[in-house]
């Protein structure tokens, strides 16, 4: 398919198109944040057969927010397997759904974060109770050793198992880990780590990825970050509701000793402080 540049959408507020675009290139990033698991370098189509909740709610989104036109053609074809496939990062997907230089275009409009946070607030996947959340953001995990002063979180062991809850407190946009904001987190080589992220934010979209140091600076890492260990990203979760706060877990192995970055992917966070240091120490 050959993508054309729509207009530009008014500064003021996004245009449809643009809408489209950015629910397109969320759904694509994220695999509906709802536990697909998909990166964006896979060269497979997840099952539409096997993930019926999350192609299901993908038709709901894209056929509130479709048009009669946009990127070079009709929508209608989005509501199917294919274009489904498509927007889930298959073999057939654009370079820019894989990380690679973003259209012009999609730059255009803003809130982006509100707007994921809207449109997926009531997707599917398990939820917490703010009570919940809050003990999970306090808790020092097993095996780690929490530093306030140097505002680091130490494992000794590898087997890692931690709770992140993202933007906990309004305005600012930060992570809270074992009672501490945006602290450098240590892991050994090799450690198997278990992340579960809670969206705490009542009206915004985050989301946890471990990158290239430096991947924060990106204005849309979303689209361009580099995923530091296959597994390490969960792009975004919806707003929570009445019926609680999202969470999802990731899960990778920490293969490479080096010095990572954890950030929230979705536009604009992490350059506004959503972003901690990850360090893999060497083996011993």
Do not use: K
Not at 48 to 62: I, K, R
Not at 126 to 146: D, F, I, K, Q, W
Not at 197 to 208: E, I, P, R, S, Y
């Amino acid at each position: 398919m050959t993508l054309t540049t729509p207009p530009a959408p008014s500064p003021q507020r996004p245009g449809r198109r643009g809408l489209v675009a950015l629910v397109v290139a969320a759904l694509a990033a994220s695999g509906l944040g709802a536990g697909l698991g998909l990166s964006l370098g896979d060269s497979s189509a997840p099952s539409v057969t096997s993930s019926s909740s999350a192609y299901d709610y993908y038709q709901s989104v894209v056929d509130r927010y479709g048009t009669a036109s946009m990127m070079g053609g009709g929508y209608g074809w989005m509501m199917g397997p294919s274009g489904y496939s498509w927007m889930m990062g298959g073999a057939n997907a654009p370079a820019w759904m894989r990380g690679q230089d973003l259209p012009g275009f999609m730059m255009g409009g803003g809130g982006p974060g509100t707007t994921m946070g809207r449109l997926f607030a009531d997707a599917p996947g398990p939820r917490v109770s703010p009570a919940h959340a809050a003990r999970l953001g306090e808790a020092v995990p097993a095996g780690a050793t929490s530093d306030h002063g140097a505002n680091r979180l130490v494992f000794s062991t590898t087997s890692v198992d931690l709770a992140v809850l993202a933007s906990p407190s309004m305005p600012g946009e930060n992570f809270r880990i074992a009672g501490m904001i945006n602290p450098i987190i240590i892991v050994p080589s090799g450690a198997e780590v278990h992340i579960e992220l809670v969206n705490a934010d009542g009206d915004m979209a985050h989301g946890f990825v471990v990158a290239a140091q430096g991947a924060g600076s990106s204005p849309m890492p979303m689209m361009t970050a580099a995923v530091a260990f296959p597994g390490a990203a969960l792009w975004f979760l919806g707003e929570s509701t009445s019926a609680g706060m999202h969470t999802g877990t990731l899960s990778f192995t920490a293969s490479t000793a080096g010095t990572y970055q954890y950030l929230c992917p979705v536009p604009g966070h992490a350059e506004e402080g959503m972003a901690g240091t990850f360090v893999v120490s060497p083996a011993r």
